[in-house]
């Protein structure tokens, strides 16, 4: 039986980027082979059409972690604030995955959603600094600790893929699965 991973959906192909379009990998459609996806879209899961405005995240003291940072998701032009729903929605799916017992996730990088690492954070009186971690990945992170995490881009590289999948297929194991 293959280790279930969840994905960013827009890495398979699926047109649900705020621009109508996607971000297909082919380093990613390789791992298909070695792994049952979990599709995931949290901007469409939690109510924003296709397209959309494009989101970001803002530091503010009153905020949600993410990473190192405490911020709001908000619209670019509007500064609609998505910060709970997407908090609420986030830590129901996460706990949905658990449930589905998912092993590894592969996130899109710089998502203000699904970043898991280097996400821009945007701030008043200062230019955005890469200190952010998006929304849906803050959750993963903090519920399923030791989840193998791990964005597009680093797939390209063989050596990362294949420490992905070992990394995947020991916590589907149960090696370092806190949750189960």
């Known amino acids: 039986m293959k280790p279930r991973v969840g994905i960013s959906r827009c890495l398979l192909g699926d047109d649900v980027r705020y621009d109508g379009t ?41 905020a949600v972690a993410s990473e190192r940072e405490r911020v709001r998701l908000q619209g670019v032009d509007s500064r609609e604030d998505w910060t709970g729903r997407m908090d609420r929605w986030a830590r129901d799916r996460v706990a949905a995955l658990a449930a589905e017992r998912v092993s590894g996730f592969v996130l899109k990088a710089r998502s203000p959603s699904c970043g898991p690492t280097g996400v821009l954070v945007h701030y008043d009186d200062a230019s955005p600094t890469p200190n952010g971690r998006g929304l849906f990945a803050e959750q993963l992170a903090t519920a399923i600790p030791g989840l193998p995490m791990i964005d597009e881009e680093a797939l390209d590289d063989p050596a990362a893929r294949a420490d992905f999948i070992r990394r995947v297929r020991a916590f589907d194991a149960g090696i370092g699965r806190t949750n189960t």
């Open 22 to 62: 996607n971000k297909r990998s082919n380093a990613v459609i390789a791992l298909g082979e070695d792994v049952e996806w979990l599709p995931v879209c949290p901007e469409v899961e939690v109510g924003m059409g296709v397209p959309r405005e494009p989101i970001q995240l803002v530091a503010t003291i009153h």
